[in-house]
Nanobody, 116 residues
Framework: QVQLVESGGGLVQPGDSLRLSCAAS????????WAWYRQAPGKQRELVAS????????TYADSVKGRFSISRNSANTMSYLQMNSLKPEDTAVYYC?????????WGQGTQVTVSS
């Protein structure tokens, strides 16, 4: 069992930056894949970025490629989503997602609003 808590969301203006964090806690777990999803009002939840253990490179949605960057800490207990050059269409609830040897876990989400 893994508990995930996102933080770092807020209200920003177009062109600004935000860094989201995801903290994982639990007992006897190893996270093989970290991912960030987002869901805008009236739209389906979409994959924004993901990364896995090993040499596989990170993946990004076309809409955020070149602007967003996913990373993790060396202890493999935290994930970060650096968001630059934010646009109004980036407004959504952002969710942390992980895959372990047991299955998939989701965080509660953090709101990101980009508006002038």
């Amino acid at each position: 069992q893994v508990q995930l808590v996102e933080s770092g969301g807020g209200l920003v203006q177009p062109g600004d930056s935000l860094r989201l964090s995801c903290a994982a806690s639990g007992r006897s777990f190893v996270i093989y894949t970290w991912a960030w999803y987002r869901q805008a009002p009236g739209k389906q939840r979409e994959l924004v970025a993901s990364m896995s253990l090993g040499s596989t490179p990170a993946t990004y949605a076309d809409s955020v490629k070149g602007r967003f960057s996913i990373s993790r800490n060396s202890a493999n207990t935290m994930s970060y989503l650096q968001m630059n050059s934010l646009k109004p269409e980036d407004t959504a609830v952002y969710y942390c997602n992980v895959k372990t040897h047991i299955g998939v876990n989701w965080g509660q989400g953090t709101q990101v609003t980009v508006s002038s």
